[in-house]
C-alpha cells in the first residue's frame, strides 16, 4: 500500500485538511480510508466500491472491532450475505443514494495492511476531508459523512447512528452519547470474543453514560490492534487501564474485569 502525508497535530477547531493523507490503495481498491481518534470508528470514501448490493462511489463507517454491531436502536437490515434479518454493522451513503444502515458482515472500511496492521490515518475532531464527491467531518463522539451532490448523509455520535448529515462546527454532532448514569449502575451485556463468554457492564463510581461505558468494555475486549500484555490481560488506551484479574481475584471481589480512568470506575461482572 501507498500512504499519503503524515498526520497534523489534533485540533478541534473546525478546519479542512487534504484528503491525500488519507488516500492508500491495495490490490482491490484505492480510498481514503480513515479513522476516529479514538478508533471506536473506522471509515472510508471509496471512489469504486467492491461491495455487491452497494453501488459506488460510497462514504461509509463500520465500528473499530469487528465483532460489535455497533449501533444502538438501529433497524434490522438485510444481511449481506443471505438477505436475512439482521443487526447492522455500517452507515453508508452513496453519492446519488439515500444514506442507510447495512449488514456487510465483513470489515469494508478498515485500511487493513499486512499481518493485520491498521493503517487508517486519524481524522481528529474539528477535522473535515472532501474527496471524491464526498465530505465527512469528526467530532469528539463520532464522525459524520454526506454526498455532496444531494446533501444525504448520516450522523454517529457515540454509539447512535442517523441518517442525517451534521455540519461540522455547529455542535450538534457534539452531544452526549446517552444520559450520565450513577454509580452503582447496571448496563448492557457484552460479549468477549476471545472466550465468548458474556459480560455485564457496571459503572461503580464516576460519572458516565452506559453508551460511553459499553463502548470502553467493547474496545477493550474487541479491538484486534489493541495490545493487551500480562496475565492480567491489561491494556492502556485513551487515558483507560483496562485489565482482568486472576480467577481468585475473580471470585474474591465479584468482578472478571475493570477500566478505570480519573475518578471513573467500569466493571464487569458475570450476567
Known sequence: MSTGASSAGPSTTPHDVSADRFYLENEVTGAYWFATADRQWRCAIVPQMFISRVSDPVAGCQPGAPTNKGFDDAPLVPDHF??????????????N???AFYSLGQPFFWAVGPNGKDLAQVLNAG?????????????????SCKSDSTGKGFTISGRVGTLVYTPAGTGQAYRSSGPDVVPGSTCKTVRVPSTGAQVRVHVDAGVISCHDAEAVVIRYVSDRF???????WSAEFDGWTCDM???????RDGFVGECGRADIQIRMRQP
Open 82 to 95: 443471505n438477505g436475512n434479518p439482521a443487526q447492522p454493522d455500517s452507515l453508508v451513503v452513496g453519492k
Open 97 to 99: 443514494e439515500d444514506s
Open 127 to 143: 477535522e473535515t476531508i472532501s474527496a471524491a464527491g464526498f465530505t465527512c467531518n469528526a467530532t469528539g463522539t463520532g464522525v
Open 226 to 232: 489493541l495490545e493487551h500484555s500480562g496475565n492480567t
Open 245 to 251: 484479574p486472576t480467577a481468585t481475584a475473580a471470585e
